[in-house]
C-alpha cells in the first residue's frame, strides 16, 4: 500500500502533504477508555489496521520495542481492560495538518528508538531496531 510506504520515507514526494486535521476531528474523545475500534476508524481509511490491532512487534510501525517483543501501538490503543486513543500522544498542526506529537508527552527519537516522559507512567525507553524513520 503506497501510503504505508510513504510513512517510512520522509523524502517521499507525500511526506508531510496530508492536512490530518479533519480526520482528527472525527476521533472520539481522548478521554475515552473502553476498547471501542470505532474510536480511531477516522485513522484506518489510510493508515493500517494492525498498526494498532496486532501485538506482534514485526508490525510495520517504528513504535514498538524488541525488548518487549511487542508492537508498542497495540500495547497502548488496544490492550484491554482500558486503552488510548491516537489522541493522546499524537495531533495535528493547527496551522498546517501536518501530524505532530503533543509535547506532554516528552518524547525524544533517536536512531535506535526512543524515550518519552508523558504524565501517565514514568519515563520509558523503546528499542526499535533501528527501523528507518
Ligand atoms: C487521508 C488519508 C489519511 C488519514 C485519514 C490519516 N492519515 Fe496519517 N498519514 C497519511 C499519509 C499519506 C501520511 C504520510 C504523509 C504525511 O506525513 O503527511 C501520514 C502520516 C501520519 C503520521 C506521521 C508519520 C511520520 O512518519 O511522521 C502520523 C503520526 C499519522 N499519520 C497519524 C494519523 C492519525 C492518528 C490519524 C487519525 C486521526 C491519521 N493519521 C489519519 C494519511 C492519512
Ligand atoms: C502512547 C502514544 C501513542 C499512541 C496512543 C499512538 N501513537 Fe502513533 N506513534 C507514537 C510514537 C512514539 C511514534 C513514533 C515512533 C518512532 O518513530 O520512533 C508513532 C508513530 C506513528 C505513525 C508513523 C508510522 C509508524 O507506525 O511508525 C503512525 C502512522 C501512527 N503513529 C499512527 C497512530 C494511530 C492511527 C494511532 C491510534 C490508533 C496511534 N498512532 C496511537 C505514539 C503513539
Not at 9 to 31: I, N, Q, W, Y
Not at 109 to 124: N, Q
Amino acid at each position: 500500500m503506497v501510503l504505508c510506504l510513504a510513512l517510512l520515507c520522509p523524502g517521499h514526494p507525500l511526506a508531510g502533504t496530508v492536512d490530518h486535521r479533519e480526520a482528527f476531528s472525527r476521533l472520539l474523545p481522548a478521554g475515552e477508555l473502553l476498547y471501542l475500534p470505532e474510536r480511531f476508524s477516522p485513522c484506518l481509511v489510510c493508515h493500517p489496521k494492525a498498526l494498532a490491532e496486532d501485538e506482534d512487534f514485526n508490525v510495520d510501525t517504528r513504535f514498538r520495542d524488541t525488548g518487549l517483543g511487542k508492537n508498542l501501538h497495540w500495547i497502548h490503543v488496544s490492550r484491554q481492560p482500558q486503552g488510548t486513543n491516537c489522541s493522546a500522544c499524537h495531533r495535528a498542526d493547527a496551522a498546517t495538518g501536518a501530524p505532530s506529537f503533543l509535547p506532554g508527552i516528552r518524547l525524544a527519537m533517536s536512531e535506535t528508538g526512543g524515550r518519552c516522559a508523558p504524565a501517565c507512567h514514568r519515563p520509558k525507553e523503546y528499542r526499535n531496531a533501528g527501523r528507518a524513520r
